[in-house]
């Protein structure tokens, strides 16, 4: 494939400058060796260096390129650009305040990731080596420990959007099941109990976005139903 | 008052438990209750009053209403909770809403008892 125009529509918000936020149209030609919506973004930086977006590690790794796709949360540097019908509708992730252009403000976010003590609690004395378990403790952790907090998840719950301050969202609780799940861990009880809560947990409806637009794959709704069992088996 | 925000209200499960029982009581009756109808064909209305003057229909049917209050106040409460932002006006409605639904259920054992 030789070179290429992608037709844009980019949401814009400066707030120094723009009353309002607005949906700007460009295009970019593209090389036969761009593939990802990122590798255009970066064209279309070179273009116009007004375009203000975050992006470290181009392979799906950092989590920080997360954006409204054709209105499909995403990273930009998994995305095909041949998959995206043009053209290619982009916004920030929704939900959040919006600092400049497809910059969100993830303040909110990582206090909920926060509130759940994402990090190992045990109080025993560390082993010489290290903290074991059997390979079948371990395997439940799969599926959970891969999160790389892009927020696609979290900020394409409705419920999440009512309440941003109140619930958890999925990523949180995917976090806060990856140590409840953890059989090296100690404070099982207090991270249920921290969960028991009309808001915190009790908010998720099964909606299921979450799973749809996961970029790694992982499944916080499973996750978020594991944590509903292991509080009917500790209260029945 | 600060104006911090506060969660932690432990509770949830329960109510969560519970939404998913009544909803199979729900169902199953709706089976129960369309196969009687259906086996029983009643045309008239001396034939309805017939089926529910049997008292593991009425006893069944109030359940059935019960599950439904109790579903309701769930899911209303649940909205009261999302757009109703003001701690006075969502207490407010949370009460009258509880109100309503055990008005409901008083009323619906006085027509059950009342066949």
């Known amino acids: ?236 | 008052m600060i104006n911090r925000i506060v969660v932690g209200a432990h509770y949830g499960l329960k109510d969560w438990i519970i939404q998913r029982a009544t909803a199979v009581i729900m169902a199953v009756y709706s089976v129960l209750i369309a196969a009687v109808l259906l086996v029983v064909r009643p045309s008239t209305f001396e034939a309805w009053q017939g089926v529910f003057a049997s008292g593991v229909i009425k006893f069944l049917t109030f359940l059935f209403f019960v599950s439904l209050f109790y579903h309701a106040w769930i899911g209303v409460r649940d909205i009261w909770m999302d757009y109703v932002k003001p701690t006075g006006l969502r207490l407010s409605l949370h009460v009258l809403t509880a109100a309503a639904l055990v008005g409901y259920t008083a009323w619906a054992a006085a027509i059950l008892w009342r066949l």
């Open chain 1, 1 to 236: 494939m030789s070179k290429r125009m992608v037709q844009f529509s980019i949401y814009r918000y400066d707030p120094d400058k723009d009353d309002a936020p607005y949906m700007q149209d460009i295009s970019v030609e593209i090389e036969a060796t761009d593939r990802k919506l990122l590798d255009a973004l970066t064209k279309l930086k070179a273009k116009d260096d007004t375009i203000s977006y975050r992006r470290s590690c181009r392979e799906g790794v950092c989590g920080s390129d997360a954006m409204n796709i054709n209105g499909k949360n995403g990273l930009a540097c998994l995305t095909d650009i041949d998959s995206l019908k043009q053209p290619i509708v982009l916004r920030p992730l929704p939900g959040l305040p919006v600092i400049r252009d497809l910059i969100v403000d993830m303040t909110q976010f990582f206090k909920q990731y926060h509130s759940i003590k994402p990090y190992l609690i045990n109080n025993d004395p560390p082993p010489e080596r290290e903290r074991l378990q059997s390979p079948e403790d371990r395997e439940e952790l799969n599926g959970l420990y891969e999160c790389i907090l892009c927020a696609c998840c979290s900020t394409s719950c409705p419920s999440f959007w009512w309440n941003p301050d109140k619930f958890v969202g999925p990523a949180g609780l995917l976090a806060a099941y990856r140590f409840i799940a953890d059989t090296r861990d100690q404070a099982t009880n207090e991270r249920l109990d921290n969960l028991e809560d009309p808001y915190r947990l009790f908010r998720c409806h099964t909606i299921m976005n979450c799973v749809d637009v996961c970029p790694k794959g992982l499944n916080p709704t499973k996750a978020i139903g594991k944590i509903k069992d292991m509080m009917v088996s500790r209260a029945v």
